[in-house]
C-alpha cells in the first residue's frame, strides 16, 4: 500500500488512527507511520482516561464542539467494542473567593447544553456528597471513566479492519511536499500530522510550537469516592489542576501536576514562564511532594490521605505561540497537502473520533478539490 497511497498520516495516537478510519471508511487508502514500536506512546496512552463532559470550554470553541460530538461518538464505540466505561460523574467544588469563575464555569455548561446540577450551599453539597467540603459545588453526571490504551488498540483493529496499514518504527520527515519514512520517499496525494510532540521537528511554520508538560499522578489511599471531585478551574490556564479521579478498576487517583517536561523549545519556555511565573512556582511542590499535593486535595476533601510514590504520569503536547501565549483551543494547520494537527491535548482523547471525523472531511474536500 505504500506506492501509490492516497494519505498518509504521521501518529498511531488517538486523533491520527481516528482520521485514519474516518478516511478509510470513506474509500481512501491510508498508511499511519508511527515513529515507536507501538500505538498511543504519548500522550494517548498518558492521560487520565476521563470521558469530558464539555462543560469547562469555551461555547462555539472546537473543544466544545468536538468534546459533546465526540463523547458521544465514543461512548457507541466503547458500548458496541465492549471496552470498560464507569458512568461516574463528576463535582466541581467550589471554594471562598472563587464565586466569579465558579458562575462562569456554570453559565458555561449552559451554554453549552450540558446536563448539570447547581449544589448552592455547603449544606446541599455535605448531603449530596459527605466526603467533600466546599460553598457550592457544579454536577455533571454524564462524565465517564474508561481505559484509552484498550480504546486505542480496538481503533486500531477497526482502522485495520477497515484497510488501513499502520507501520510502526517508521521514523519520518518532511522536505518540502515530500514525505520520507526510514529514507523511503512514500508520495502520498495528502499528508496529515497528528504527532503530538513530533509537530515541532515535522512542521516548518513556526506560528506554533509544542511545549511538553508531563503531569504525575499518586494514589489516594483513602478516602474512596466513587465521583470525580475537580477544583475550580482557572480559565487563564488550559490546565484543569489536581483532581480526584477513579478508575474504571475501582482505584483512585489524584493528579495531575503540570511541569515542563520535553520538548522544551527554549524561546518559547522562556516567554511562557515570564507569563505564568507564579502558577509555574506553584506546580513544583505538588510534583515533587506527596504531601503538598496532599494539602492540594485536602481543600475540597478534607479527608484525603495520598501514597507518597508517584503511580503514573500525563504527558501533554501543548501548543504555544511566539508570543509565549497558550493555545486554548485545538488548533489545525492546513497548507498544501498537508495538515498539521498543532494542538490536541485534553478533551482530544474525548473528542478523536469528532476530531477525525473533521480532519478527514477537511482532506477529502481538498483533495477533491
Given at each position: 500500500?505504500?506506492?501509490?497511497?492516497?494519505?498518509?498520516?504521521?501518529?498511531?495516537?488517538?486523533?491520527?488512527?481516528?482520521?485514519?478510519?474516518h478516511?478509510a471508511?470513506?474509500?481512501?487508502?491510508?498508511?499511519?507511520c508511527?515513529?515507536?514500536?507501538?500505538?498511543?506512546?504519548?500522550q494517548?496512552?498518558?492521560?487520565?482516561?476521563?470521558?469530558?463532559?464539555?462543560?469547562?470550554?469555551?461555547?462555539?470553541?472546537l473543544?466544545?464542539?468536538?468534546?459533546?460530538?465526540?463523547?458521544?461518538?465514543?461512548?457507541d464505540?466503547?458500548?458496541s467494542?465492549?471496552?470498560?466505561?464507569?458512568?461516574?460523574?463528576?463535582?466541581?467544588?467550589?471554594?471562598?473567593?472563587?464565586?466569579?469563575?465558579?458562575?462562569?464555569?456554570?453559565g458555561?455548561?449552559?451554554?453549552?447544553?450540558?446536563?448539570?446540577t447547581?449544589?448552592g450551599?455547603?449544606?446541599?453539597?455535605?448531603?449530596?456528597?459527605?466526603?467533600?467540603?466546599?460553598?457550592?459545588?457544579?454536577?455533571?453526571?454524564?462524565?465517564?471513566?474508561?481505559?484509552?490504551?484498550?480504546?486505542?488498540?480496538?481503533?486500531?483493529?477497526?482502522?485495520?479492519?477497515?484497510?488501513?496499514?499502520?507501520?510502526?518504527?517508521?521514523?519520518?520527515v518532511?522536505?518540502?511536499?515530500?514525505?520520507?519514512?526510514?529514507?523511503?520517499?512514500?508520495?502520498?496525494?495528502?499528508?496529515?500530522?497528528a504527532?503530538?510532540?513530533?509537530?515541532?521537528?515535522?512542521?516548518?511554520d513556526?506560528?506554533?510550537?509544542?511545549?511538553?508538560?508531563?503531569?504525575?499522578?499518586?494514589?489516594?489511599?483513602?478516602?474512596?469516592?466513587?465521583?470525580?471531585?475537580?477544583?475550580?478551574?482557572?480559565?487563564?490556564?488550559?490546565?484543569?489542576?489536581?483532581?480526584?479521579?477513579?478508575?474504571?478498576?475501582?482505584?483512585?487517583?489524584?493528579?495531575?501536576?503540570?511541569?515542563?517536561?520535553?520538548?522544551?523549545?527554549?524561546?518559547?519556555?522562556?516567554l511562557?514562564?515570564?507569563?505564568?511565573?507564579?502558577?509555574?512556582?506553584?506546580?513544583l511542590?505538588?510534583?515533587?511532594?506527596?504531601?503538598?499535593?496532599?494539602?492540594?486535595?485536602?481543600?475540597?476533601?478534607?479527608?484525603?490521605?495520598?501514597?507518597?510514590?508517584?503511580?503514573?504520569?500525563g504527558?501533554?503536547?501543548?501548543?504555544?505561540?511566539?508570543?509565549?501565549?497558550?493555545?486554548?483551543?485545538?488548533?489545525i494547520?492546513?497548507?498544501?497537502?498537508?495538515?498539521?494537527?498543532?494542538?490536541?491535548?485534553?478533551?482530544?482523547?474525548?473528542?478523536?473520533?469528532?476530531?477525525g471525523?473533521?480532519?478527514?472531511?477537511?482532506?477529502?474536500?481538498?483533495?477533491?478539490?
Amino acid at each position: 500500500m505504500l506506492e501509490g497511497m492516497d494519505v498518509a498520516v504521521v501518529g498511531a495516537g488517538l486523533v491520527g488512527i481516528s482520521t485514519a478510519f474516518h478516511l478509510a471508511q470513506r474509500g481512501v487508502s491510508v498508511t499511519v507511520c508511527e515513529e515507536a514500536p507501538s500505538a498511543g506512546a504519548g500522550q494517548s496512552g498518558h492521560n487520565s482516561n476521563v470521558l469530558h463532559s464539555g462543560a469547562f470550554y469555551e461555547p462555539g470553541s472546537l473543544k466544545a464542539d468536538f468534546a459533546i460530538r465526540g463523547r458521544k461518538m465514543l461512548e457507541d464505540f466503547i458500548h458496541s467494542s465492549g471496552l470498560p466505561y464507569r458512568r461516574v460523574g463528576k463535582l466541581v467544588v467550589q471554594q471562598r473567593g472563587e464565586g466569579q469563575r465558579f458562575d462562569e464555569l456554570v453559565g458555561r455548561a449552559s451554554a453549552n447544553g450540558i446536563e448539570a446540577t447547581v449544589l448552592g450551599t455547603p449544606g446541599a453539597l455535605r448531603e449530596f456528597e459527605p466526603l467533600v467540603s466546599g460553598d457550592r459545588a457544579l454536577w455533571l453526571p454524564s462524565v465517564a471513566v474508561t481505559d484509552f490504551s484498550e480504546v486505542l488498540a480496538a481503533l486500531v483493529d477497526a482502522a485495520s479492519l477497515a484497510g488501513v496499514q499502520v507501520d510502526y518504527r517508521s521514523r519520518c520527515v518532511i522536505q518540502g511536499s515530500r514525505l520520507l519514512s526510514n529514507g523511503r520517499d512514500l508520495k502520498p496525494r495528502h499528508i496529515v500530522v497528528a504527532a503530538g510532540v513530533g509537530f515541532n521537528r515535522l512542521c516548518a511554520d513556526k506560528a506554533w510550537r509544542i511545549v511538553g508538560f508531563k503531569g504525575a499522578y499518586r494514589s489516594l489511599s483513602s478516602p474512596q469516592p466513587e465521583r470525580l471531585i475537580y477544583a475550580v478551574p482557572d480559565p487563564r490556564y488550559p490546565f484543569l489542576g489536581v483532581h480526584v479521579t477513579p478508575a474504571v478498576d475501582g482505584s483512585v487517583t489524584a493528579g495531575p501536576t503540570a511541569t515542563m517536561h520535553p520538548p522544551i523549545p527554549a524561546g518559547r519556555a522562556l516567554l511562557l514562564a515570564a507569563r505564568n511565573v507564579r502558577r509555574g512556582l506553584g506546580e513544583l511542590p505538588t510534583r515533587f511532594s506527596s504531601k503538598a499535593m496532599q494539602s492540594h486535595v485536602c481543600r475540597y476533601l478534607p479527608a484525603a490521605e495520598l501514597g507518597r510514590d508517584i503511580v503514573k504520569f500525563g504527558v501533554r503536547a501543548q501548543a504555544v505561540d511566539r508570543l509565549g501565549r497558550y493555545a486554548d483551543d485545538f488548533v489545525i494547520v492546513n497548507r498544501p497537502g498537508m495538515t498539521f494537527v498543532a494542538n490536541a491535548p485534553s478533551p482530544a482523547a474525548t473528542a478523536c473520533l469528532a476530531i477525525g471525523e473533521h480532519i478527514a472531511e477537511g482532506v477529502l474536500g481538498r483533495m477533491a478539490g
